[in-house]
């Protein structure tokens, strides 16, 4: 069995290590194979993904030297698999990964899980969401996404991790870790200022710690960044919570999620 992740530099993990993936062309294949989520690609875009505008003289040839190249790497690194993983299909080309094989997947998994957990799962919504951010070990594909396939499914899962870590926030403040959760939650509003709920989420946490001019200050600076960057307001839920936080309103020690949404 392999382990795929993309959840940073791509890696491959056998039974005795990881294997090593080498050339950009053949991590690009790679890379374009397993955001497909087990659907074939076609060789026209595999091309684009790998050489751009500087397409080889005779693509088909060199597409299938590369197949080829990537069928053996993966047939020496599971001696004991009768199938090839790679296999072609009349709209293209196919990396067979097994459920529990791509890091990417179960992250999703778990994020859309939590999405539709109660709010009586919050400790348990919380540690699997630590679990699975703890996957990530930097930007997908280690920031090498070549071509287009690659850049959005990257967009994609940095969507998705932006969705746990607002998810993971919430049950955490509704079990009332509001303390506990402060750096993590003024390092994510710092890191995405445009990010709204970050800073719903912060200044929450502020307020229900004592802080509650903190919290007043996050949003004093969050309306000029917003009114500097994009010449916009900030949005109603936004406002909501400076007001609630205004009038000592009690709903904010309580169900964060429900709350803000509440709120909005």
Request: hydrophobic residues 40%.
């Amino acid at each position: 069995m392999l382990k795929f992740s993309i959840l940073g530099a791509l890696q491959i993990r056998t039974v005795s290590g990881p294997a090593e993936i080498s050339g950009d062309l053949q991590r690009t294949l790679v890379q374009a194979l397993l955001i497909s989520e087990g659907q074939p690609v076609s060789g026209e875009s595999l091309v684009e993904e790998m050489w751009g505008d500087a397409v080889p003289d005779n693509q088909a040839n060199a597409l299938q030297a590369h197949v080829s190249r990537l069928r053996r790497k993966l047939r020496g690194l599971e001696p004991g698999r009768a199938d090839s993983r790679v296999t072609m299909h009349p709209s293209g080309y196919r990396l067979t990964v097994a459920e529990g094989e791509l890091d990417a997947e179960e992250f999703v998994r778990t994020v859309r899980q939590a999405e539709a957990a109660s709010p009586g799962d919050a400790a348990r919504t919380a540690r699997l969401l630590g679990e699975a951010l703890a996957l990530w070990r930097g930007p997908v594909f280690g920031g090498f996404a070549a071509g287009t396939l690659c850049q959005l499914a990257g967009a994609r899962y940095e969507e998705y991790r932006m969705r746990a870590m607002e998810l993971r926030f919430d049950a955490e403040l509704r079990l009332g870790r509001h303390a506990a959760v402060l750096a993590e939650l003024a390092e994510a509003h710092t890191n995405h200022p445009l990010r709204e709920r970050f800073c719903e989420q912060l200044m929450v946490a502020l307020y229900c710690s004592g802080r509650q001019a903190d919290a007043l200050d996050v949003f004093r600076r969050m309306r000029r960044h917003l009114d500097d960057e994009l010449g916009i307001q900030p949005s109603p839920a936004l406002r909501q919570v400076e007001n609630a936080i205004l009038c000592h309103d009690p709903a904010l020690a309580g169900d964060v999620r429900s709350t803000l949404l509440q709120l909005a």
